[in-house]
């Protein structure tokens, strides 16, 4: 039973470039959740997603970041034209159902690591 | 917006020796979790706590959910170097969020 997979682990861009960082949940959960963690930092919430539906993406950039969670295939959080700022570890994490109606516990994946020159 | 303080932001003790840490929020949570991050990976929960007052033990991981809900703490009975890592409490109150600490850095010399 695979955990939450994240790819790619590392991704370099260059300033102005796009990043499309993808997230596969666990088996059986319909539920996901990005988040950011900055160096020496704990992890900030970006936005969460049920299949097809962004439910709340109030930790989000207002500009040039995206996610998506469509009816097959993985979650996708997109950033567009991508700045120094942006360099940081993201993760994505699943539960079967809504954190705090149901879940109390999010599983993580490995997360994907942003470089940005 | 939620805060949670964690204390301390790091410890470097001996193999053998017990650790404490703890999490205080500004305001009450229905559950706090204890999670640890490695270099590299991403968090791996060890302890959840459901009720105010609640005592969890998970192997030499020992956590409570204080009275007040507003905080909680992780004790490591006689830590070993495979406990080097990042420590964070988290926390949530019927919300769709996870609001985490600042994060404990454990170094463990034998």
């Known amino acids: 039973n695979a955990g939450v997979m994240q790819n790619p682990r590392h991704l370099v861009r260059r300033r102005g470039q796009e990043a499309r960082l993808r997230c596969s949940p666990m088996k059986g959960h319909s539920h996901v959740y990005w988040y950011r963690q900055l160096p020496e930092e704990g992890l900030k919430f970006m936005v969460y997603l049920q299949k097809e539906n962004i439910i709340d993406e109030s930790g989000m950039p207002k500009e040039r970041f995206s996610a998506e969670f469509p009816k097959e295939g993985p979650s996708i959080l997109r950033i567009q034209q991508v700045v120094r700022g942006d360099s940081a570890a993201y993760f994505c994490a699943s539960s079967q159902s809504p954190l705090g109606a149901g879940a109390n516990v999010l599983t993580f994946g490995a997360g994907s690591r942003l470089t940005v020159l | 917006g939620q805060q949670l303080n964690q204390s301390p932001q790091s410890m470097f003790i001996q193999e053998g020796e017990d650790v404490s840490m703890n999490c205080t929020s500004s305001s009450i949570f229905n559950t706090w979790l204890w999670y640890k991050q490695e270099p590299g990976e991403g968090p791996v929960l060890l302890i959840a706590?459901?009720?105010?007052?609640e005592l969890t033990s998970n192997g030499r991981l020992t956590a409570q959910f204080g009275i007040t809900r507003k905080d909680s703490f992780l004790n490591i009975s006689a830590s070993i170097p495979s406990d080097v890592g990042i420590y964070f409490c988290?926390?949530?109150?019927?919300?769709?969020?996870?609001?985490f600490g600042t994060g404990t850095r454990l170094q463990v010399f034998p």
């Open positions: 988290a926390g949530h109150y019927n919300t769709d969020k996870l609001i």
């Open positions: 706590l459901y009720k105010a007052g």
